[in-house]
């Protein structure tokens, strides 16, 4: 079992060492509060490369946000096409725009945050459609708060590489080990990189821990390691 000073450096090594080898995340262009919300949306469970181009294109379909609000859940996935459970996500940012809507009589959520982040936070999580990763993202990303967004793809990453240990912990007990051990300045580069070793390597189904940066400090990556290498099938006999 990894003690959390374990955790706190073997997460330290890791982000080092993603952060030496892949190209640079680049700073992203600030985004106004809703459309951030309808950016995790969209980002949760894929990379940040494919989010971007598909938010995007998403937007270039819409006049407005007020014209995705009164579009069929069809059209916006539809607007959607290539992002990973689109259907869902539509239905998703149909359901937040039309709660923003009937809540503020306005897209603008500048002063959601005029109360502390607790409460925006506790506001956030009320709308219809909001998932945890997305509140999580706003904080981090809109609201300056150390928050760390976990969708499947990083909680994968964390479970193989030994930070979360039992199959049952909940996310708010994984979530708070997690921010205990990454720092606060870290926090984008945690969620940008994790994504990004997710897409490419630490894919679902089998990992490719032989082509991973992070094999030797990996127990599974080491387990892979230690496994006799897997039979080559036999040529079919004529
Ligand atoms: S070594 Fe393998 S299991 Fe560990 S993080 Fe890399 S790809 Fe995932």
Redesign the pocket.
Known sequence: MLAIMNKQDLLAKSLKLLDKKLPPAGVPEPRPVLEEVLYAIVREGYTTEGANAAFARFKGTFFDWNEVRVSTVPEIADALKGVPDAGRKAQRISEILQYVFEMYYSFDLTDLDKKGLKQAAKQLARFTGMTDFAVAWVIQRSLGGHALPLDEPTLR?MR??GVIETEDEDLESIRGTLEHAVAKSAGQAFTDRIAT?AAT??REGK???TD????SD?P??QD?GRRPPEPKPKPKSR
Not at 212 to 215: E, G
Request: charged content about 20%; overall charge positive; hydrophobic content about 35%.
């Open positions: 990453v193989r590489l070793l390597v630490c990992p490719r821990c991973c940066l992070l094999k990996c599974t990556g892979q």
